[in-house]
C-alpha cells in the first residue's frame, strides 16, 4: 500500500530518534491507521520502504504539503490543471488533508478541520436518504459521507486534476470504492441542467470560493438546481463565514437568487458556514 506521510507524521518520529528511542509509532495514510516503526541511524524503518534522515526532515520542515514515499524516494503530492490552469497540492492538517487550489484551501483549517467541516455540512441535511447530488467532488469526503446513509450519491468534479489528487489521497479511497457513489466529470452548470426533474431527494452545493467558480452562485444555476430536486427536497449551499463581511454580504446575495429561483423555508447554518433551503 502506498505510504503517504506529512510533517504532522514524521516529526515526532524525529523527536523519537534524537531521544534515543529505537521505535515510534506513526501512520502511513495521514492518520487513518497506526503503525510501528523501527528507527535506525540510515532513517525510519517502514515494512516496505526507508526514510532517510534527511528526508525526514525536509518532509517536517514543509508544514504545507504531503509526501508519498515510494521505495526510498519521496514525492511531494501536486500537480497543475491544464484545463484550469491551477495548482493543485495536497495541504496536511492534524485530522483528514484538505485541497489547495491556486492556493485556496476547500475545507475550513481553522477553528475546525476537513473533518469535522464535513460532517458539519452533512448534518444541515440529516437525515440523509434517497438520491443525492453533490455538486463539487473535491476531494470526495462529502460524497464519500453522504453515500453511508443515502441510496445513492451522484458527485460532480469538473477538473480531472482534483481526481488526481483523490487517487493520492488515502481519506479519499472510499470515492473510488463505493458502488453507491457514481462520479461525473464535467461542469457542474452544465451537467445539473442534464439530470430529470424531481430525481434527487437532497443537494449538497459546496462550490469553490466566487473568485474561482462564480456561475455556481448565478440564479440560473439555482434554477437548475431547483428543478432537479424534488419537492420538499432539501439543499444546503455551502458560502463562508456569515461573520466576515464578504461572507455577510455574499449570504445575502445567495438567499436572494435562491428566493428568485423558487426556494422556501430558508435556515442559516452557521455553524457550517453556509444556509439550508427547501423547494
Known amino acids: 500500500m502506498t505510504i503517504v506521510l506529512s510533517h504532522v507524521q514524521i516529526a515526532p518520529l524525529l523527536q523519537a530518534y534524537r531521544a534515543g528511542q529505537t521505535h515510534g509509532e506513526t501512520s502511513t495514510d495521514l492518520g487513518l491507521s497506526h503503525t510501528t516503526v523501527q528507527l535506525a541511524a540510515e532513517g525510519i524503518l517502514f515494512e516496505t520502504a526507508r526514510l532517510s534522515w534527511l528526508?525526514?526532515?525536509?518532509?517536517?520542515?514543509?508544514?504545507n504539503s504531503c509526501f508519498i514515499l515510494d521505495a526510498a524516494e519521496i514525492q511531494k503530492i501536486k500537480t497543475f490543471s491544464e484545463l484550469t490552469q491551477r495548482a493543485y497540492s495536497l495541504y496536511p492538517t492534524a485530522s483528514a488533508p484538505t485541497l489547495l487550489v491556486a492556493g485556496f484551501p476547500m475545507h475550513r483549517i481553522q477553528h475546525s478541520d476537513p473533518y469535522q467541516d464535513t460532517l458539519a455540512k452533512i448534518k444541515t441535511l440529516a437525515p440523509v436518504t434517497g438520491n443525492v447530488l453533490d455538486t463539487a467532488t473535491g476531494l470526495?469526503?462529502?460524497?464519500?459521507?453522504?453515500a453511508k446513509t443515502a441510496r445513492y450519491v451522484v458527485t460532480i468534479e469538473l477538473d480531472p486534476a482534483a481526481q488526481e489528487m483523490c487517487r493520492a489521497n488515502p481519506w479519499s479511497r472510499a470515492l473510488f470504492d463505493n458502488p453507491k457513489i457514481e462520479q461525473?466529470?464535467?461542469?457542474?452548470?452544465?451537467?445539473?441542467?442534464?439530470?430529470?426533474?424531481?430525481?434527487?431527494?437532497?443537494?449538497?452545493?459546496?462550490?469553490?470560493?466566487?473568485?474561482?467558480?462564480?456561475?455556481l452562485y448565478s440564479l440560473e444555476f439555482y434554477q437548475a438546481l431547483r428543478q432537479t430536486l424534488r419537492t420538499n427536497g432539501k439543499l444546503f449551499h455551502y458560502i463562508g463565514d456569515p461573520m466576515s463581511k464578504f461572507g455577510a454580504n455574499t449570504t445575502r446575495g445567495v438567499m436572494e437568487r435562491l428566493k428568485y429561483a423558487g426556494f422556501k423555508r430558508f435556515k442559516p447554518a452557521p455553524q457550517a458556514f453556509g444556509v439550508t433551503a427547501y423547494k
Open 55 to 63: 528526508q525526514a526532515e525536509k518532509i517536517a520542515r514543509d508544514e
Open 140 to 146: 470526495g469526503y462529502t460524497a464519500i459521507e453522504l
Open 184 to 215: 461525473r466529470i464535467g461542469d457542474s452548470f452544465e451537467l445539473v441542467r442534464t439530470f430529470p426533474p424531481n430525481m434527487f431527494d437532497a443537494i449538497l452545493h459546496d462550490p469553490p470560493t466566487m473568485a474561482l467558480a462564480g456561475e
